[in-house]
């Protein structure tokens, strides 16, 4: 669409993220019951690809679990996710689906307004959702207002509507809804930063390390792009006008690790989806999904496996957070 300027195009990354989990909830991978309110049009994806969803889902909500139950539960912890998209995260956490019971927390999540309006909207018109919210109040972003851009509060729950590029205004923003810099904060980034441009991402890495004491950074993202696997995934996604910018920054586990240590963070792994998946915190599960589809091209699994990283880094030593591990 020749109408369709960069920033559309990578918003429209964020429905092939929800396709996905929807066809991993649908076959059984998954039990996230809220990810359908997202979907228009749902499509099942491959075997490789559902398997692919379900070890980032395991692995993302197994730290945000570790985290949530960390150190004293009744102190407060913040989640910060950036670029969330239609995330069900949040969802996930006070339905038990992600159990941490009798944690205190709030979760903040940011997108560009036009993203969150979309998302406050649909959480607005679905009984299931807006029950959860406690006490929510509805907003204007901040010089979005003719775009529509509607952000959401609630005592636990925050949609924040901005640009990931112009931090300051996202920083500005999580303090209107009570981000505190004391509190211990996990930050996510699940396939974003890629879409920054590098000093973009270090910018916000850069903020979080002077403006935080107790903080992680979960992230997910593809790396090699250099072999013959990563160079056709480029070629395919340039195609559709989707340009991973972070990519040959931090192409490789080592590279990720770097960008963390570079700040002086304490603790930083980084481990690819072949790993998790060769490594599983329950057999019994991997039995389970291993009878919910044939995965018969095992050698593709591998090589797209290859290509996505989770790092896991941890700012200071003293807080505890820094014994969860992946
Ligand atoms: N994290 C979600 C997930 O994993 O399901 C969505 C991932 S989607 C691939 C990337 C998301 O990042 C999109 O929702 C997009 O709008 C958001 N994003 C990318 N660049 C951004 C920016 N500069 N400011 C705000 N959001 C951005």
């Known amino acids: ?13 964020n429905d092939d993220a929800t396709i996905s989990r929807m066809s991993a909830a649908t076959l059984g991978y998954i039990d996230d019951p809220y990810v ?59 339905a038990g689906k992600i159990p941490v019971s009798g944690v205190n ?7 560009f307004p036009e993203m969150i309006a979309k998302k406050a909207s649909i959480i607005r018109r679905r009984t299931e959702l807006a029950t959860m919210l406690d006490s929510p109040t509805v907003g204007m972003c901040s ?18 509507g901005g640009d990931l590029r112009h931090w300051d205004n996202i920083a500005d923003r999580l303090a ?56 056709v995934m480029i070629r395919n996604l340039k195609l559709r006008n989707i340009e991973l910018k972070g990519i040959h920054a931090y ?15 304490h603790d930083v792994h ?19 999904i291993s009878q919910l589809e044939l995965l018969d091209e095992l050698e593709e699994w591998r090589l797209l496996a290859a290509h996505y990283c989770v790092a896991l880094a941890s700012k200071s030593a003293n807080e505890g957070v820094s014994e969860i591990k992946l």
Not at 105 to 111: A, N, Q, R, S
């Open 105 to 111: 927390f709030k979760y903040f999540e940011i997108d």
């Open 251 to 265: 192409p490789t586990l080592d590279t990720q690790v770097q960008r963390f240590k570079q700040l002086s963070w």
């Open 176 to 231: 209107y809804h009570g981000f505190q810099s004391d509190a211990p904060t996990l930050f996510i980034s699940e396939c974003v930063l890629i879409y920054l441009a590098p000093e973009d991402s270090q910018n916000i890495l850069k903020w979080i390390t002077e403006n935080t004491q107790s903080c992680l950074f979960l992230l997910y993202e593809q790396i090699l792009p250099d072999d013959a696997f990563g160079k």
């Open 36 to 94: 359908r309110f997202f979907v228009k049009k749902p499509i099942r994806r491959p075997p490789i690809i559902n398997r692919g969803s379900y070890i980032r889902y395991q692995a993302l909500n197994h730290v945000v679990q570790r985290f949530l139950q960390s150190g004293d539960a009744s102190s407060k912890k913040q989640i910060v996710s950036l670029g969330a998209g239609f995330d069900t995260r949040y969802f996930l956490l006070k």
């Open 270 to 288: 980084a481990v690819d989806i072949n790993t998790l998946h060769d490594h599983p915190s329950s057999q019994e599960e991997m039995k389970r």
């Open 143 to 160: 010089g979005n207002a003719e775009r529509g851009g509607m952000e959401l509060g609630s005592a636990d729950y925050a949609l924040i």
């Open 1 to 13: 669409d020749p109408w369709q300027n960069e920033d559309d195009v990578v918003r429209g990354t």
